[in-house]
């Protein structure tokens, strides 16, 4: 199934099973495009702080949840810690 029809069949209560699975695919398909961000935004040097903003949580959220999972190649900005 193409994105727009799993999106579709994901709204649409007439096939629950079908819609459950199109909502179980949505899933994964957003996850995956969170971390997308989440490494862009820190290679354009956006700090955890403000990623966290974007999304609506707390930094020690996303931290926790994609500190371990992003490209270990992307210099990730630290707090100054004084």
């Given at each position: 199934m193409e994105q727009p029809e799993v999106?579709?069949?994901?709204?649409?209560?007439?096939?629950?099973l079908t819609g459950?699975?199109?909502?179980?695919?949505?899933?994964v398909l957003v996850e995956?495009?969170?971390l997308r961000q989440v490494e862009a935004a820190l290679r354009t040097g956006m700090s955890w702080q403000e990623i966290a903003d974007a999304?609506?949580?707390?930094?020690?959220a996303v931290h926790k949840k994609y500190a371990r999972r992003i490209d270990?190649?992307?210099?990730?900005?630290?707090?100054?810690r004084t």
């Amino acid at each position: 199934m193409e994105q727009p029809e799993v999106a579709v069949a994901a709204g649409d209560t007439s096939d629950p099973l079908t819609g459950l699975r199109a909502v179980s695919s949505l899933r994964v398909l957003v996850e995956s495009y969170e971390l997308r961000q989440v490494e862009a935004a820190l290679r354009t040097g956006m700090s955890w702080q403000e990623i966290a903003d974007a999304l609506g949580v707390t930094r020690q959220a996303v931290h926790k949840k994609y500190a371990r999972r992003i490209d270990p190649t992307i210099a990730v900005p630290r707090r100054n810690r004084t």
